[in-house]
């Protein structure tokens, strides 16, 4: 192989290259390339309406296709947000029917334990389903064991 170097220009680029990108000059005898990185960024759910248009020249419809499935993805998400809030709100109401029930069983238990002479037991009775009551209702959460998670540690607050 002789020393003499062959000059060459190789370019592989997607798209014609800026004005404001700075060509080096090329050295005689001297092998050089010349690389162009060009980078884009973007915030929010949608690429601009310019990358859209690059999807377009590639596979036809992309764009309207890339808006489109946006658009059911929001409305998907929408409509499991609105169906895990009532479901929570089924799930509340449902809680405080059962809390009233058992109040009022416990209250029928400290009666006829008072009327019984288990005047003792009735008021000790009374107290505990007076202070598992205002708990709960004050707290959010029910008496438990250590293992056991609260309310807001089961919805991560």
Do not use: W
Not at 57 to 70: H, K, M, N, S
Not at 99 to 113: C, D, M, P, R, S
């Amino acid at each position: 192989m002789s020393g003499a170097v062959e000059e060459r220009t190789v370019r592989y680029i997607a798209e014609p290259v800026r004005d404001e990108v700075a060509e080096p000059a090329i050295t005689p005898g001297k092998a050089s390339v010349t690389v162009a990185v060009q980078a884009h960024s973007f915030r929010g759910p949608m690429p601009p309406p310019d990358h859209l248009a690059q999807y377009d020249c590639i596979v036809p419809d992309a764009g309207r296709l890339i808006v489109e499935e946006f658009q059911i993805n929001g409305e998907h998400a929408r409509k499991i947000e609105s169906l895990s809030l009532h479901g929570s709100i089924r799930k509340d109401i449902r809680a405080q029917f059962i809390a009233g029930f058992l109040v009022l069983i416990g209250f029928g238990l400290v009666y006829e334990l008072a009327e019984h002479g288990h005047d003792g037991v009735a008021i000790a009775v009374a107290v505990t389903l007076l202070v598992s009551v205002l708990t709960a209702f004050l707290t959010g959460t029910v008496m438990r064991a250590n293992g056991d998670i609260g309310i807001k540690e089961a919805l991560g607050d």
